[in-house]
Every structure is written in C-alpha cells, then in structure tokens.
C-alpha cells in the first residue's frame, strides 16, 4: 500500500466526500419546507386535542368528587 501525505490525503477526502452530496434544488427545498410545516401544525391540533379531552376527562372526574376536591 503506498504512502500518501497527510495533505494528499485530506484532499482527496474532500474530493471524494463533495462529489458525493446531492444538494436539493429549490423545487425540493420549497416542498419539503410545506411538508413539514402541514405535518406540524396536524401534530400541534392533534396534541391540543388530546390534551383538551384528556382536561375534560379530569375535570368531569374532580366534579364527581365534589366541591371539596376542587
């Protein structure tokens, strides 16, 4: 196996390692931006919905307790 110098070496990592990314084009960039906002805001309804029946859930079960629990 031959010997490369240090700086030989590090030059061809990069050679090799830039001709390997594939940058998004501006098409790609914008949908996958919509994406993951559409995808946020169904999570963020979806938690806030779970969280509001999961409230009324514990609210209804303190009012069976009556006025001393609250």
């Given at each position: 196996?031959?010997?490369v110098?240090?700086?030989e070496?590090?030059?061809q990592v990069k050679t090799e390692g830039f001709e390997k990314?594939?940058?998004p084009s501006r098409q790609e960039t914008f949908r996958t931006t919509v994406m993951v906002l559409i995808m946020t805001g169904m999570l963020a309804l979806?938690?806030?919905a779970t969280d509001?029946?999961?409230s009324a859930i514990v609210q209804?079960?303190?009012g069976l307790l009556g006025?001393?629990?609250a």
């Open positions: 196996m031959a010997k110098s240090v700086g070496f590090v030059r990314i594939h940058w979806f938690f806030f509001a029946m999961f209804f079960l303190l006025p001393a629990a």
